[in-house]
């Protein structure tokens, strides 16, 4: 029987699959944390010179024996990046960036190459060494040295993670397990602003942060390698023997399965990783579809997330509210995928954006506005956006072939990182005009949904083990 079939028997979203959820879902919250961390770790302590004082010299400078009369302890209170030097702190930030950037590709061509479960076990493993010695920097440059190399692994692990666990499960569970990851993810963000507002000490809060890998050891062990994987190298044998653990677990009795390898193509073009998306032409014009909307994705999400800092009030406080506005989008995007399809239900969600951010541009261009109206639209506009990112990476793993998934979804990555690098230019642009920031996020979003109408439908299908099996299901794109 073919893999999809073995799947049904036994089981496509039994006690096996979910333990492997629930693992790489807890553990994941080391990974997610690090991601924006910096909001607390980086944040700018208000500060006061014995002549009361409260704004930078006119060369730039601060004076050598100023107050900081905040309450928590970062990296710009202990290294100094205040005034003049307060530039250093969003360099670590895009060194980290820059590092995720560098990983995708790479990473993905590895997870390819030699499975998802080793790679996932050495990226989680370097994001928890380097995560743990930047608690202990002495220095700025230890500590963005450290960032970066956090970076590179959680680049590495987050995409990981979500494939490991999207081809262990059935065609009918992949668009739920999809979104329930993107739910922990914002889970995690909630947790991680009360821990903040608990802990305002940035050493302790980084290290609270990797308490979970101290169990790490004990799972690595017992969670397996991705069967469709094995399947995909040839190695039915060991695919075999996990899908009869998952039979045995899921319904208590042992099953003898015979897979039939649905893998057509030479060895070596499974093998070519990356270069072998670009060489086959229905693949390469999927993939770079998707290379758009990640980068879109990323770039509006991104972009809106930045306004946190500037709107007043408790930065902990606004920091929750932003990540609890995505929690309705989640649930909303899983009926809507579920009945309309990815295709249709992306397009939706990035016309709503759109529109939103348009009508946020207008309403910055009026002098009327209230700034609960503006803020209130642009929360509209993350609300769509968040909805289009919780579905894309499931859209995304649902168009790949198995033999370069991981590849393919780490060239889409890179656009991801390149959107996120690229956010603080397009909002920066607000110092000119503050309406247009939106106006790009507005178009760039138009743009994206329009083309991403090119791309097949996923819904209801089995995922496409070959490249023979894109062609079949991408007539549009397939060569005739």
């Not at 930045?306 to 989640?330: C, Q, R, T």
Request: charged fraction near 15%; charge should be positive.
């Amino acid at each position: 029987m073919d893999f999809d079939t073995a799947l049904k028997e036994v089981g496509e979203f039994g006690s096996f699959q979910k333990k492997i959820f629930f693992i790489t879902n807890i553990l994941a919250f080391t990974v997610n944390s690090q991601m924006l961390i910096m909001v607390f770790t980086a944040a700018k302590p208000e500060w006061s010179c014995p002549n009361s004082a409260t704004q930078c010299n006119t060369d730039g400078s601060i004076c050598s024996n100023a107050h900081f009369t905040t309450n928590f302890t970062s990296i710009s209170s202990e290294f100094g990046l205040i005034c003049d030097e307060s530039y250093k702190a969003e360099v670590v930030q895009s060194v980290y960036m820059l590092g995720t950037l560098i990983a995708a590709p790479l990473t993905g061509n590895l997870g390819d190459t030699y499975g998802r479960k080793k790679l996932w076990i050495v990226t989680y493993t370097g994001t928890c060494i380097f995560a743990f010695i930047s608690a202990f920097s002495t220095s700025y440059h230890m500590y963005l040295v450290c960032r970066f190399f956090v970076g590179f692994f959680v680049g590495g692990c987050g995409l990981i993670i979500f494939v490991l666990t999207t081809e262990s499960v059935g065609i009918a569970y992949r668009g739920f397990v999809g979104i329930v990851q993107q739910t922990f993810f914002t889970l995690f963000l909630v947790v991680l602003g009360g821990l903040a507002y608990l802990i305002p000490d940035w050493r302790q809060l980084t290290l609270i942060t990797l308490l979970p890998a101290i169990i790490q050891v004990f799972f690595f062990k017992s969670t397996p390698e991705s069967p469709r994987w094995l399947v995909s190298k040839g190695r039915n044998r060991e695919a075999e023997e996990v899908l009869s653990e998952a039979a045995r677990v899921n319904k208590g009795h042992k099953m003898n399965l015979v897979l039939r390898s649905k893998i057509q193509e030479k060895k070596e073009d499974s093998s070519k990783g990356i270069i072998s998306i670009f060489m086959h032409r229905t693949t390469c014009l999927i993939t770079l579809n998707l290379c758009l909307s990640f980068f879109v994705n990323s770039l509006v999400y991104y972009g809106l997330s930045l306004n946190v800092k500037n709107l007043g009030g408790s930065l902990h406080v606004n920091f929750i509210l932003s990540a609890l506005v995505e929690f309705p989008s989640y649930v909303i995007s899983f009926f809507l995928m579920t009945w309309l399809g990815r295709r249709k239900t992306i397009f939706i969600f990035m016309m709503g954006a759109s529109i939103s951010c348009f009508a946020c541009m207008r309403l910055l261009e009026s002098p009327s506005s209230t700034q609960y109206l503006i803020s209130s639209v642009a929360m509209l506009g993350k609300f769509f956006i968040s909805s289009s990112f919780s579905i894309i990476y499931v859209y995304g793993s649902e168009l790949l072939p198995t033999v370069v998934r991981n590849s393919g979804l780490g060239v889409a990555s890179v656009a991801n990182r390149i959107g996120g690098i690229l956010c603080p230019g397009v909002v920066a642009l607000g110092e000119h005009s503050k309406s247009m920031p939106m106006l790009v996020f507005a178009a760039c979003a138009f743009v994206s949904g329009v083309v991403g109408l090119k791309l097949p439908e996923t819904k209801g299908r089995a995922l496409p083990e070959t490249f023979e099996d894109v062609d079949n299901s991408s007539k549009l794109y397939a060569k005739s």
